[in-house]
């Protein structure tokens, strides 16, 4: 099982601009309150959210086609590289989410993109954002338009949720860690 430690290693060899340190971030918090959603383990969920985007730095025209070997040879078990494999189902990947852990990645890395862009306009940032403001944006579609929707949906129907309480999820999980993440707000009114 991949752990936090060797995924904090592994990322940090590929990964170094700051926007992507804090998307990988953002999706690691989110997979973490999934994990406790799904009854299964924190740390791991986290790990896999945390490496999802090994290679996208160094290969944003071929993500996920420099994963599997190199995680693999680092000694990520083959599980794990699947289901980071799987998140790109459908737009850079033929690997169709089937887990729970699969799933969730699919659908939490998109989403994170809205609930990020969402808390970075509030005076508070993320810890007083609601679902109920949350969803207000989320239905516009101009707001954070590269977002997909119809990915996000497609994942949360795979998971048998509704955006709505996958969303909550996350939100909730990124919250504790909001000046980490950038999210804690400017204070202003």
Same mark, same amino acid.
């Given at each position: ?112 993109? =809205?609930?990020?862009? $969402? %808390? ?9 954002? +609601? #679902?109920?403001?949350?969803?207000? *944006? ?13 990915? =996000?949906?497609?994942? $949360? %129907? ?9 969303? +909550? #999820?996350?939100?909730?999980?990124? *919250? ?14």
């Amino acid at each position: 099982m991949l752990s936090l430690e060797r995924a904090a290693e592994l990322n940090a060899t590929m990964v170094s601009e700051e926007h992507l340190i804090i998307h990988a971030k953002n999706v690691r918090y989110a997979m973490g309150a999934m994990a406790e959603h799904f009854g299964e383990n924190r740390e791991h969920w986290e790990a896999v959210g945390l490496l999802h985007d090994y290679d996208y730095e160094k290969y944003p025209e071929e993500h996920l086609q420099h994963t599997k070997e190199p995680l693999l040879s680092a000694g990520v078990p083959e599980e794990d590289v699947r289901a980071i494999l799987s998140h790109g189902w459908g737009i850079c990947s033929d690997v169709e989410p089937k887990s729970n852990l699969e799933k969730s990645l699919f659908t939490v890395d998109e989403l994170t993109g =809205i609930i990020q862009a $969402c %808390a970075r306009m509030r005076p508070n940032g993320i810890s007083d954002l +609601e #679902i109920k403001s949350f969803m207000k *944006k989320y239905k516009d579609k101009k707001f954070a338009a590269k977002c997909d929707r119809e990915l =996000i949906e497609k994942g $949360c %129907a795979m998971l048998g949720m509704e955006v709505r309480e996958v969303a +909550e #999820i996350c939100i909730n999980g990124m *919250k504790p860690h909001a000046a980490e993440i950038g999210l804690e707000g400017t204070g202003a009114e």
